[in-house]
């Protein structure tokens, strides 16, 4: 009888837990999960069912101060991780094991180029000099799609779009081509075009190199793409795994078809043409200058975004829809005035392009944002009582009991506990940030909210909450949306009218019924064909 062959990676009754005091609090719970060479695991669950916890401990990327290993085993090729020492430890990491984080502006060095940053990886596990390291890192960026890579190399973390840190990370985690790439939501920040050349490149090195891949997402159609298996967590506890076949066909536990029923599916939501404007914009733009030169001269500009012109609707979703890098974060802080631009702005008939920012201030109770990487827009130092409340007291809104209510009131509403208020944001997940960042606008019953990327890091059963907590509140209150996404079915589900953007333009707008049934531009054509094909 042939025996069966070494799993590449094991976990063997893992358990997990936080130390308080002399006592333990156990998150993960007797984790059994093993990956094979060349094999592709999903590993799928709501926000805060332990996936990113139990990823980050196949590397013992946590402080040891304050997280144990009560039990259990993490073997990788037969060796147990949980008792190397440190100088093992990182031989392994970034080059036996790799690991894409989930929030690119977190994991990258502010100070540091981008160059810097891929030449340093290759450094420590090659001892390839700069200038040898450098066009190998040249051509991972243009192997992930990074528009203007050379320029790119010489740009630091802030001055790159979300998409793109996502797509250093990427080029980060894949230039020592790893034997296991742990994949943490690499393609949540990435529209849907860039999205289907990650995936293809992933699929490509891992039959290159026979690479396996542990790959977190809660984008189902992934998961249906590019999965061999799928291991369901929830609570702490793998409550299912099997072939992604019979899990899409025949999943067995309740948790498994809760998740296969949240997918979006809404038609898009019927758009009125005779319902007044609130917000209008007319040949907006916003140009970065490209300076060069001991003197600095201007020799060119970075149109981010050039000439557009649209209008908000009172009470509806307009849906801004492009790649990365096309301009629609930028689009939305110059709606907001938090971008300098040129071109009219025109917010309940009053000119905001002609106000000093002193006459703004009082207009921010109205407009408010919800950030595309929660991590980076919420205070480390703040708890999330204070952030929530920040604005309610900035605006002199209530005195303090009644704040608190609100704050409450508003956790309770976008899924959050309103126990842990006192607690600050690392002691959260991903997709709990961003509900964190969700009741900091909404606890100000604002009338517009830019909403950049506000649901790319939840899993969908939370997404489909969020939607419909969005929709409830838009009737409610009247609001009016900006929704800034690369996720073609979430804004289907949500948006009335829908403008796509390309290149700091617009290429196709109208009603989002009309566009989606009837896309007229071809990259239109291509991103929803790629959005609409698993």
């Not at 891949?213 to 795994?241: N, P, Y």
């Not at 948790?255 to 939501?269: F, I, M, Q, S, V």
């Not at 649209?310 to 307009?318: E, P, S, Y």
């Not at 989606?516 to 990259?523: G, L, R, T």
Request: hydrophobic share 40%.
């Amino acid at each position: 009888m042939e025996s069966k062959k070494r799993p590449l990676l094991a976990l063997h009754n893992l358990h997990i837990g936080f130390k308080k005091g002399d006592k333990i609090d156990r998150v993960v719970h007797g984790i059994d999960l093993d990956i094979q060479e060349n094999e592709t695991l999903a590993l799928v669950g709501e926000s805060g069912s332990g996936k990113t916890v139990t990823a980050q401990a196949i590397l013992r990327l946590f402080s040891e101060n304050w997280i144990a290993y009560p039990e259990g085993e993490i073997l990788f090729e037969g060796r147990n991780i949980l008792t190397m020492d440190v100088p093992e430890l990182r031989r392994i990491r970034g080059n036996e094991i790799s690991m894409i984080f989930q929030e690119p502006m977190s994991s990258l060095n502010p100070l540091h180029t981008i160059e810097k940053q891929l030449n340093e990886t290759l450094f420590l596990h090659k001892g390839l000099s700069p200038g040898k390291a450098t066009p190998i890192a040249l051509e991972w960026l243009k192997k992930v799609g990074m528009r203007d890579p050379e320029n790119k190399l010489k740009s630091f973390p802030h001055q790159l779009s979300g998409g793109e840190r996502q797509r250093v990370m990427i080029a980060m985690a894949l230039a020592n081509e790893p034997k296991l790439l742990i994949a943490d939501e690499p393609t949540t920040a990435l529209d849907v075009t860039i999205q289907a050349q990650i995936l293809n490149l992933i699929e490509s090195l891992q039959r290159e190199f026979k690479m396996a891949v542990l790959f977190i997402t809660h984008d189902l159609g992934i998961v249906r793409r590019i999965s061999d298996r799928v291991a369901v967590m929830h609570q702490g506890k793998l409550v299912e795994t099997e072939s992604v076949r019979k899990i899409f066909k025949r999943p067995k536990h309740a948790y498994t078809r809760l998740l296969l029923a949240a997918e979006p599916g809404d038609e898009p939501p019927e758009s009125d043409p005779n319902i007044e404007s609130i917000l209008k914009l007319q040949n907006l733009k916003v140009w970065f200058p490209i300076q060069r030169g001991i003197l600095r001269l201007t020799k060119d500009y970075v149109k981010a975004v050039d000439g557009i012109t649209l209008n908000l609707k009172k009470g509806r979703t307009l849906g801004v829809v492009g790649e990365s890098g096309s301009g629609k974060t930028t689009l939305g802080k110059a709606i907001l005035c938090l971008q300098k631009s040129k071109g009219d702005i025109w917010f309940k008939g009053q000119p905001l392009h002609n106000l000093k920012p002193e006459k703004i201030r009082p207009l921010r109770l109205q407009m408010q944002v919800i950030f595309q990487d929660p991590y980076g827009s919420l205070s480390p130092r703040m708890s999330v009582e204070q952030i929530i409340g920040e604005g309610l007291k900035i605006h002199k809104i209530g005195d303090q009991q009644s704040r608190e209510k609100l704050v409450i009131d508003t956790m309770r509403e976008v899924g959050l506990e309103p126990g842990h208020r006192h607690r600050f944001p690392n002691e959260f997940s991903g997709g709990q940030r961003q509900r964190i960042a969700l009741a900091r606008a909404l606890v100000l019953k604002p009338q517009i909210i830019v909403l950049d990327e506000p649901t790319s890091s939840l899993d969908r059963t939370i997404q489909f909450q969020v939607i419909e907590l969005l929709k409830r509140l838009q009737v409610k209150y009247n609001l009016s949306y900006i929704f800034i996404s690369h996720d073609l079915k979430v804004v289907k589900s949500l948006c009335h009218d829908l403008v796509i953007m390309r290149n700091g333009k617009i290429v196709e707008a109208g009603s989002a019924q009309d566009i989606f049934k009837n896309p007229k531009h071809s990259y239109t054509k291509e991103l929803l064909a790629n959005a609409f094909k698993y």
